[in-house]
């Protein structure tokens, strides 16, 4: 199993960038995927997540009513809509999905830097 997570970048503070991780080597679209962050110095976080079959969507107080986590079944890709960013928000981004035997699958991590 290999996620590719890509879309991230530099923009300005109020701008929007949108994320993508595509899930590939499953025979099957997995439980639940979720994206995850961690800024320079600071613990890796929890930002949102997205159960596949139900369209289930928990977030982060902090990034509740500007993120937007979606999937695409065909795809298997699972995009993180960010908007009205703000400087907080600069981190390096991973998604991560579990797998049946109980740990992790991680992607590459994606850089998202919002200037003021």
């Known amino acids: 199993v290999q996620l590719q997570a890509s879309g991230g970048g530099y923009v300005q503070a109020g701008g929007s960038l949108r994320l993508s991780c595509e899930v590939s080597?499953?025979?099957?679209?997995?439980?639940?995927t979720g994206w995850f962050r961690q800024a320079p110095g600071k613990e890796r976080e929890f930002v949102a997540a997205?159960?596949?079959?139900?369209?289930?969507?928990p977030y982060a107080d902090a990034v509740k009513g500007r993120f937007t986590i979606s999937r695409d079944n065909a795809k298997n890709t699972v995009y993180l809509q960010m908007s009205s960013l703000k400087q907080e928000d600069t981190a390096v981004y991973y998604c991560?999905?579990?797998?049946?035997?109980?740990?992790?699958?991680w992607g590459q991590g994606t850089q998202v830097t919002v200037s003021s």
């Open positions: 991560k999905t579990p797998s049946v035997l109980g740990f992790d699958y």
């Open positions: 080597g499953r025979s099957s679209s997995p439980f639940v």
């Open positions: 997205i159960i596949w079959s139900t369209g289930v969507t």
